[in-house]
Nanobody, 123 residues
Framework: QVQLVESGGGLVQAGGSLRLSCAASGRTFNNYVMGWFRQAPGKEREFVAAITWTYGNTYYADSVKGRFTISRDKAKNTVYLQMNSLKARDTAVYYC????????????????WGQGIQVTVSS
């Protein structure tokens, strides 16, 4: 069973940076896609970024392209989300997610989720 544990969230001023980490365990992750989603109060959970574990191909939502970077460290079984130039609208609970198979940015296609971590950007 896949287990995902997020860390690194917190409070930051607009324009600042944070790096989220997602420690993955429970199996090997070849042929997996790892993703980050976020959910703001009163809104649907939305796709942020994804990366293929084997080849490191990356995908981003338009709203974060150029500001956020997703990466993975195979040796540490960890996925990162580097968030720069943060804006108040980036405030949300951020979730790490995993799915086996082809790339998807659809929430319903991911079957393993972390517990979520709060990111708050003050303006």
């Amino acid at each position: 069973q896949v287990q995902l544990v997020e860390s690194g969230g917190g409070l930051v001023q607009a324009g600042g940076s944070l790096r989220l980490s997602c420690a993955a365990s429970g199996r090997t992750f070849n042929n997996y896609v790892m993703g980050w989603f976020r959910q703001a109060p009163g809104k649907e959970r939305e796709f942020v970024a994804a990366i293929t574990w084997t080849y490191g191909n990356t995908y981003y939502a338009d709203s974060v392209k150029g500001r956020f970077t997703i990466s993975r460290d195979k040796a540490k079984n960890t996925v990162y989300l580097q968030m720069n130039s943060l804006k108040a609208r980036d405030t949300a609970v951020y979730y790490c997610a995993a799915r086996r198979g082809s790339v998807s940015i659809t929430r319903a296609d991911f079957d393993s989720w972390g517990q979520g971590i709060q990111v708050t950007v003050s303006s």
